[in-house]
């Protein structure tokens, strides 16, 4: 948390107040970021701000900033006063600030010329080249999910919900797809993404999450299965389940999933 849908919410949000505009300063307020905050050479001008992964981008004329927001770190735009909560770093423009909220403080903050880290696909379009993906692979298809150099975006949520639409059991090989188990995995990950996009993301009881104008997501009252250990499959009514799958909590269905 958060995962693809909230990153992508912050930025389609942020993203019309800072494109195009000067950024003027960056502020760090916690020591882990200061060197970060000093690499940035400003004045200068957006380019773009966007997504990669869970990742927020945000291109300036010379460098990429990358953001990961990793558990508690969430993006606020304020052209007023700072958001509350403890906030990390400020990006200052003319008209507003972009806001670095992090109460864990395990987010961070790389500067360069490039962004570096080795992603793999998006999960949008019509995936057709994720039953090929798949093939070969023994790892437990919800870790295979949440390994973000093999898809990227997807994390404990998203992947539990995936996996629940698609009625496939998260503790199979990632490899013992069907062709048409694959094909059904690849529609479920889209439309629970599109469908968490549009809720702006999920705020689960921890009340962690806001989106970039203070405001909870709405996807946690769609959720079939991820922390609703014991309550009925909203498919076939049988109690779903919680098992645990590389240290984490993993929610599924013993009625429709197989
Ligand atoms: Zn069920």
């Not at 966007?50 to 300036?60: E, I, Q, S």
């Not at 670095?100 to 995936?127: A, K, S, Y």
């Not at 973000?148 to 996996?163: H, K, T």
């Not at 250990?229 to 109690?239: F, L, Q």
Request: with cysteine; proline share 7%; aromatic share 6%.
């Amino acid at each position: 948390m958060p995962e693809l849908p909230e990153v992508e919410t912050m930025v389609r949000q942020i993203r019309p107040h800072v494109r195009g505009a000067v950024l003027r300063r960056v502020v760090a307020h916690d020591p882990l970021l200061e060197d970060a905050a000093e690499r940035v050479r400003v004045p200068t001008r957006v380019r773009a701000l966007g997504r990669r992964g869970k990742y927020v981008l945000l291109r300036t004329e010379a460098q990429v900033v990358s953001v990961h927001l990793r558990m508690s770190g969430r993006l606020v735009w304020s052209s007023a006063r700072p958001p509350e909560g403890r906030v990390r770093m400020e990006f200052v423009f003319s008209g507003g600030t972009v806001y670095f909220v992090d109460t864990r403080r395990l987010g961070m903050v790389e500067v360069g010329e490039r962004f570096r880290p080795r992603l793999g696909r998006e999960p949008f379009g019509e995936l057709r080249w994720l039953p090929r993906a798949l093939a070969g692979s023994r790892r437990p298809l919800k870790l295979w999910l949440m390994d973000q150099s093999r898809i990227a975006g997807l994390g404990n949520i998203y992947a539990a919900e995936a996996c629940h639409r698609a009625g496939i059991d998260p503790r199979r090989p990632a490899g013992s797809l069907s062709r048409t188990e694959g094909a059904r995995l690849a529609r479920a990950i889209r439309d629970v993404l599109d469908e968490a996009i549009d809720e702006k993301g999920s705020t689960l009881r921890d009340g962690g999450y806001r989106d970039a104008r203070g405001a909870l997501g709405g996807f946690q009252f769609r959720m079939a299965v991820y922390g609703r250990e014991g309550h009925p499959c909203p498919r076939c009514g049988t109690p779903v389940q919680r098992v645990v799958q590389g240290g984490r909590s993993t929610y599924l269905c013993p009625g429709c999933q197989s």
